[in-house]
Nanobody
Framework: QVQLVESGGGLVQPGGSLRLSCAAS????????MGWFRQAPGKEREFVAS????????AYADSVKGRFTISRDNAKNTVYLQMNSLKPEDTAVYYC?????????????????WGQGTQVTVSS
């Protein structure tokens, strides 16, 4: 089992940037892929980005490609989501998740453990 704690959310103006962090403990961090998902009010949870165990492979939702970057530091047991050019439609609770494989995964069913979420609000 993996324990995950997100941080870095907050209120930002459109066009601004935020960096989310997710600290992991439990299973060996470099043994699984990681993902970020988000859920806006009244909507289902959706995939945002995923990174493989090594950090060399990544995947993104079309809605965030070119604006968000996922990365990981295996020495610090931490995964990051750098979010640039934020839009009001990016407003959501963002969750990090630990995968059940080493590769990138877009389906939430491929993730076994989830953080508690961090709120991101994009508004002027």
């Amino acid at each position: 089992q993996v324990q995950l704690v997100e941080s870095g959310g907050g209120l930002v103006q459109p066009g601004g940037s935020l960096r989310l962090s997710c600290a992991a403990s439990g299973r060996t961090f470099s043994s699984y892929g990681m993902g970020w998902f988000r859920q806006a009010p009244g909507k289902e949870r959706e995939f945002v980005a995923s990174v493989s165990w090594s950090g060399r492979s990544t995947a993104y939702a079309d809605s965030v490609k070119g604006r968000f970057t996922i990365s990981r530091d295996n020495a610090k047991n931490t995964v990051y989501l750098q979010m640039n050019s934020l839009k009001p439609e990016d407003t959501a609770v963002y969750y990090c998740a630990a995968g059940n494989t080493k590769v990138v995964q877009e389906s939430e069913y491929e993730y076994d453990d989830w953080g508690q979420g961090t709120q991101v609000t994009v508004s002027s």
